[in-house]
């Protein structure tokens, strides 16, 4: 303890925020092994959500922080609309792939929109090859189907730098994850909601109007994806 301590008060930080820190990053370690997926976060909602009443088209955007962002705006980026958010921060493809069913299935939706993919690319869950991240949609995209649910497959955002992980140059990874998901989308019926091209300045990466962070988007990013992804709904669900 005392070489802890020596250590962290030459590091600048008092012994008691280094174990404060510590024992916050344990239990958020504790909390991803437990539940890896993130089933806990909307099993409430999900458990008093009553099915769709006859004829509504409920629509179920699932994602990560970005979904998790845009769905406060909901209400009034998509008014009246019977949408249901269902994105968790910091999540991969592979956890979204997991909790799919309970989070999109079992809420009887007319259609999904999913978003998904570029914290694969920043490797929050470990080291992601495209390949990994096209087989997770794809899944996604066949549970969907084969449950009668229409599927918007979303290109990934723009990004030239990620500000947690830095130096990673994952534009063209990010290029090229769009263009097999527009193809793939094309070749199995589903439709392909292209916010990059909308989104994306001379350098692939997020235009400084639509986020302040370079990843996230504000609300007027936001209000260019409400627009595109009602477009984008409203082509899925004719297709019916």
């Not at 962002?69 to 999540?91: D, E, L, T």
């Not at 794809?138 to 918007?152: F, Y």
């Not at 019926?189 to 962070?213: I, N, V």
């Amino acid at each position: 303890m005392l070489l802890a301590a020596t250590a962290c008060a030459s590091a600048g930080v008092t012994p008691v925020t280094a174990t404060t820190a510590m024992a916050s990053q344990l239990a958020a370690d504790q909390t991803f092994h437990d539940d890896y997926a993130g089933f806990a976060r909307y099993r409430a909602a999900n458990a008093v959500l009553p099915p769709p009443a006859p004829g509504e088209q409920r629509v179920v955007f699932i994602g990560n922080s970005i979904t998790d962002g845009w769905a406060r705006h909901f209400a009034v980026m998509f008014p009246g609309k019977p949408y249901v958010g269902r994105g968790i921060g910091s999540q991969t493809t592979p956890q979204m792939l997991v909790r799919f069913h309970a989070d999109v299935v079992a809420l009887r939706p007319a259609a999904v929109v999913i978003l998904g993919g570029t914290n694969d690319i920043a490797g929050n869950t470990g080291p992601s090859t495209n390949e990994m991240i096209q087989d997770n949609l794809q899944a996604m995209t066949e549970i969907a189907q084969a449950n009668g649910i229409r599927v918007v497959l979303s290109s990934i955002l723009p990004v030239h730098d990620y500000p947690w992980r830095r130096g990673l140059v994952p534009a063209p990874r990010i290029v090229a994850v769009n263009a097999w998901m527009k193809a793939y989308a094309a070749r199995v019926g589903a439709t392909f909601l292209d916010y990059h091209s909308a989104m994306s300045d001379k350098r692939q990466g997020l235009r400084a109007e639509f986020g302040d962070d370079g990843v996230h988007p504000n609300e007027a990013g936001y209000r260019v994806m409400s627009a595109l992804a009602a477009h984008a709904i409203n082509h899925a669900l004719r297709a019916r």
